[in-house]
């Protein structure tokens, strides 16, 4: 068995009984869609055609939400239908980051992702899904793409079928008849309040409060992002604002080719994960310092510089821990990653190397507070050797392993630069030698740290400054949603934080404040890495992705 969908845009009439007929039959609540209709008009005023899409999940052959998904909430069945199990679920939005087509959604009743199941209840059963069934112009086909004797597999068979995003290797199994450029690529035509007859109004940033968590979505302004994107519609002139629906400003299809109608979708991750990024760089930055270059340098490092450095990292790793817990939506759940862990995805090898290197550190944290109090007098300072080896790689892994996670991410172009993990250790040492001139101005370290500190901030600011400018954004990207988001971070929305906070801020105000005093020169560089990882992370989300 190999179930898919077939849907013949030249039959569907845009009646939005399929939308209908999904939400009552799975419940779905309101604000949020599994199954959704795309207008788009052509021509111009007065001779003017509208077509129709039907969008939702592709149930791919390759899913990427089933990969990264860390509690296997997300499966794939031997039919080839794409699954979702809402008691498994935690809620960490990264199947929502996975999906190139805006097809999961999070359930703002269960807190969990949801998404078109194929109404696999019913299929069991021997019967099709609620939208096929309530199709009056039959425009959506269902069932066994490997049997030749089904219609849809006969319907496939003889005429020209497209798929979306063909280039993300997802093997969708949603086929289209009449699927037009204009329709089926989410950034084809610019979108502005004007162009939209109706919008659905959902607030672009998920929530009032930048927390990540639903609440109510604010009145209509008629506002767009940098992208294009409609932020809320905007009302008719002396009619009131604000609703879920709203008819759009100017005389309809004004140009060539226009959307007319779409779903709009929330930003997944916000502030925590920026945040957590900055954190656990700090957390493992400074100890590969002491730990690496350290000996390198052939400093010997006394106890007291020892002990405040790894309390410092032991704090900072508790606080990624908060923040990662915290921007879960079932954060009551998150021991999951580690009792049924699927271990393909980042989260899971990610939440693993956090646990070793929080462990190790805290051996290191035990040791040094016990010498320093003299709770203990270990034989010999090669005690530190055979807690902190060990715990390189885990440092290393912690600072790095979110590029990876975000290479899962394949929904957002420009997290998957092959640049990321490089970069993110640069930024870990960068950020950990800024605390640590922050921390030296409030402990005060021997001479010969604090001189292997402000040699290591130098050039690992000098190094980020390079990479983020020659490598990430220097070079061109390789696909349209990567070159979009890197505009919209240095010539769009981003732009004044990037350049201001970041770049001049954050590297080069630093580099020529000559350490004096040095502790605001590492302040500055942990505010601009906030603010680049803020553009970094927020952008990719907010183009289109349907």
Not at 52 to 73: G, S, Y
Not at 279 to 295: D, E, Q, R, V
Not at 363 to 374: I, M, Q
Request: hydrophobic residues 45%.
């Amino acid at each position: 068995m190999n179930y898919g969908f077939l849907i013949n845009n030249d039959a569907c009439i845009g009646c939005h009984a399929c939308s209908t007929a999904c939400k009552s039959e799975n419940e779905v609540p309101l604000g949020v869609q599994r199954t959704w209709v795309k207008s788009v008009e052509t021509g111009q005023y007065p001779n003017v055609t509208r077509s129709f899409q039907v969008t939702r999940c592709n149930h791919c052959a390759n899913p990427p939400c089933v990969r990264i998904c860390p509690v296997t909430a997300m499966y794939q069945r031997e039919d080839g239908i794409v699954e979702f199990d809402p008691d498994v679920c935690i809620g960490c939005k990264a199947c929502m980051q996975a999906c190139p087509y805006d097809a999961i959604y999070i359930d703002p009743e269960s807190g969990t992702a949801a998404k078109c199941h194929y109404c696999a209840h019913k299929v069991d059963l021997g019967l099709e899904p609620a939208c096929v069934v309530v199709c009056p112009e039959h425009a959506i086909l269902a069932g066994d793409l490997d049997d030749p004797t089904t219609e849809i597999a006969q319907t496939v068979a003889k005429n020209k079928v497209t798929v979306r995003k063909p280039e993300q290797g997802t093997a969708p199994k949603l086929y289209y008849i009449g699927g037009e450029d204009v329709a089926m690529h989410p950034t084809a035509t610019e979108r502005t309040p004007e162009t939209f007859a109706w919008a659905d109004v959902l607030p672009l940033h998920g929530d009032a409060g930048g927390d990540g968590h639903a609440s109510k979505p604010p009145k209509a302004s008629g506002r767009t992002s940098d992208s294009g994107t409609p932020l809320r519609a905007s009302g008719l002139q002396g009619d009131p604002v604000g609703g879920p629906i709203q008819i759009g400003e100017g005389r309809m299809a004004e140009q060539m080719t226009q959307v007319v109608w779409n779903a709009q979708h929330k930003v997944p991750w916000h502030w925590p994960v920026p945040a957590y990024l900055v954190t656990k760089g700090i957390a493992a930055g400074l100890f590969l310092i002491l730990s690496l270059l350290g000996p390198i340098a052939g400093i010997t490092i006394e106890g007291a510089d020892m002990l405040a450095a790894s309390s410092a990292s032991l704090f900072f790793l508790l606080v990624t821990t908060a923040l990662l817990v915290y921007d879960l939506e079932r954060p009551e759940r998150f021991l999951r990653i580690v009792l049924r862990p699927q271990f393909k995805s980042w989260l899971v090898r990610g939440a693993y190397l956090l646990i070793g290197f929080s462990g190790l550190i805290s051996l290191w944290w035990a040791g040094e507070l016990a010498t320093t109090l003299g709770w203990y007098t270990f034989d010999s300072p090669d005690w530190r050797i055979w807690v902190m080896i060990p715990a390189i790689p885990f440092g290393i892994g912690t600072a790095i392993y979110t590029a990876f996670l975000f290479g899962q991410a394949e929904g957002r172009d420009l997290w998957q630069s092959p640049l990321l993990p490089i970069h993110m250790l640069i930024q870990s040492i960068m950020g950990g030698s800024a605390f640590l001139l922050i921390l030296d101005a409030v402990v005060g370290f021997h001479v010969s740290v604090a001189a292997l500190v402000q040699t290591t901030f130098l050039v690992s600011v000098g190094l980020d400054l390079a990479v983020t400018l020659l490598g990430e954004f220097g070079m061109p990207h390789a696909s349209e949603q990567a070159a979009r988001a890197a505009h919209m971070i240095t010539k769009g929305r981003y732009a004044r934080s990037f350049w201001l906070v970041a770049i001049v801020m954050g590297h080069i105000v630093p580099l020529f404040m000559g350490f004096y005093p040095a502790w605001i020169a590492g302040v500055l560089v942990l505010v601009g890495l906030y603010a680049f990882e803020h553009a970094y992370v927020t952008a990719p989300q907010e183009l289109p992705n349907s």
